[in-house]
C-alpha cells in the first residue's frame, strides 16, 4: 500500500506543480487535485497505522497538511490564519521527513 500511496503523491505533486507554476489547468483541477490530496492523504494514514508513531510522524503530519489543504480547497473553507496553519503544518512535515528518513 506504501508504494501506492507513493505514486499518488509524485502524481499529486507533479499535476500541482504543473498547474500553479506553468499554467497549466484542465477541466475541475482544482477538485481533481483537492480529492487526490485527500485520498493521497488519508491512505497516508492507513499505510502507517500499524508502525509506531514516532517512527512515521513525518507521514503522518504529511497525511495531515494533505487532507487540510485538500478540504480548504474543495470547500473553499477559509479563516484568519488558515493559510498560515496550513504553511506551518507543510514546513513541519516538510523537516520531519527529512529527519526521519533512514
Avoid: C
Amino acid at each position: 500500500m506504501k508504494t501506492w500511496t507513493n505514486i499518488l503523491l509524485g502524481i499529486w505533486l507533479v499535476l500541482t506543480g504543473l498547474v500553479h507554476l506553468g499554467g497549466i489547468s484542465f477541466l475541475k483541477s482544482g477538485i481533481i487535485l483537492a480529492v487526490l490530496g485527500i485520498v493521497t492523504g488519508i491512505l497516508f494514514f492507513i499505510a502507517d497505522s500499524s508502525e509506531k508513531i514516532g517512527a512515521h510522524l513525518g507521514s503522518i503530519l504529511l497525511g495531515v497538511w494533505l487532507v487540510a489543504g485538500g478540504l480548504v480547497s474543495l470547500f473553499h473553507v477559509r479563516f484568519t490564519g488558515s493559510n498560515v496553519i496550513l504553511a506551518v503544518l507543510a514546513v513541519t512535515a516538510g523537516v520531519t521527513v527529512l529527519i526521519t528518513r533512514r
